[in-house]
């Protein structure tokens, strides 16, 4: 995992030396959008199951391994400070405390900011592309992810989801076709909680807090980063919360009611298509229709296609649980354990 780890960051370092890339889109600074030929899988089916089951064995293996590797561990601890490290650590996905205040019954109340391993290329897609391989670091990234309410600021996730995923999914053709699907060209995202406005500033913040050193390439993208988001925290533009947070209602407990959910979806679909539009280039099936030859991009994102194999091959560490021998004991009556069901996100 150690060496697949080094082959993402390498990886990332190839799709462009030139840190202006970054700035590019001022709504989704720091990513790419990745052209990827596929088709759609079923969710329920057995594909899909695999797919998860995998990655489930494969998480705080991965976790682990960017910690421990030099230039994931310097951005981690810009992404998500010495708490978040500790946690990675352990394999588990790190949570940040971004804000403790003291309520008027004198108690105090911290608000948390948690990230979430998830796929680029996701699991419900399958890749006819030799570069994409589902279950391996190139396609992870670590992402901040939950946030409730109307506030959606802080869930760049869910964003790309609603925005460029869903509507090129839903209703998507059976044959092969590309998709476009959000790269970030960090392995976390956002990068940074603070900007910085000078690479002394940013070198000293790393000493600071006895994170090791990054390579000039990297100094050059957390730099052009900050400056595309004006050395302040990223934001989710306004404009697409409405859409952010309806993608994160469709995996509510309340909405899983099959009907419910396709509508649910059908209309995230229409809604998301006509904001990405501005996106995407002619051609793109959008809630299963074409965007029309004529069709001109209005924001624009840089366009890559992934073309390298990867060459290094995951395998999880983790050992299957055992199940417990139980032990008969006299005047005891055994009793028969609740069965949970597991539903799927």
């Known amino acids: 995992m150690v060496k697949a780890v080094d082959e993402m960051i390498r990886n990332l370092e190839q799709i462009s030396a030139d840190p202006s890339i970054i700035g590019k889109c001022p709504e989704l600074p720091g990513v790419v959008l990745d052209k990827i030929l596929s088709t759609c899988v079923d969710r329920d089916g057995p594909e899909y199951a695999k797919v998860a089951r995998d990655y489930e064995s494969l998480r705080a293996d991965y976790l682990k391994a960017l910690v421990m590797h030099p230039v994931g561990r310097a951005l981690a601890a810009l992404a998500v400070g010495s708490a978040g490290v500790e946690l990675m650590e352990r394999g588990r996905p790190p949570a940040v405390v971004a804000e403790v205040r003291s309520t008027r019954a004198g108690h105090t109340r911290s608000r948390r900011e948690s990230f979430n391993c998830h796929h680029i290329v996701p699991k419900s897609i399958r890749p006819h592309t030799d570069g994409v391989s589902i279950n391996h670091p190139t396609n992870f990234v670590v992402a901040k992810t939950t946030r409730r309410g109307l506030d959606q600021s802080e869930n760049p996730h869910h964003f790309w989801h609603s925005l460029f995923l869903h509507p090129q999914t839903h209703n998507a053709p059976t044959e092969p076709h590309p998709v476009y699907v959000v790269r970030p060209l960090f392995p976390f995202y956002p990068p940074i909680t603070q900007g910085f406005r000078s690479v002394e500033e940013l070198r000293s913040k790393l000493a600071q807090i006895g994170a090791p050193a990054l390579p000039e390439v990297w100094e050059n993208r957390i730099m052009e980063f900050s400056r595309a988001t004006k050395h302040k925290p990223y934001a989710v533009p306004k404009e697409f919360h409405e859409i952010t947070r309806l993608f994160g209602e469709l995996y509510k407990a309340l909405n899983k009611d099959p009907e419910l959910n396709r509508q649910l979806?059908?209309?995230?679909?229409?809604?998301?298509?006509?904001?990405?539009?501005?996106?995407?280039?002619?051609?793109?099936?959008?809630?299963?229709?074409?965007?029309?030859?004529?069709?001109?991009?209005?924001?624009?994102?840089?366009?890559?296609?992934?073309?390298?194999?990867?060459?290094?091959?995951?395998?999880?560490?983790?050992?299957?649980?055992?199940?417990?021998?139980?032990?008969?004991?006299?005047?005891?009556?055994?009793?028969?354990?609740?069965?949970?069901?597991?539903?799927?996100v």
């Open 265 to 344: 979806r059908a209309s995230l679909a229409e809604k998301a298509s006509r904001l990405v539009a501005d996106f995407l280039p002619a051609g793109t099936y959008l809630n299963g229709k074409q965007l029309p030859p004529d069709h001109t991009i209005k924001t624009i994102i840089p366009i890559i296609e992934s073309q390298q194999k990867v060459e290094t091959v995951v395998k999880s560490t983790a050992r299957k649980r055992q199940p417990a021998k139980r032990e008969s004991r006299k005047l005891v009556t055994p009793q028969t354990q609740p069965q949970v069901n597991q539903q799927k």
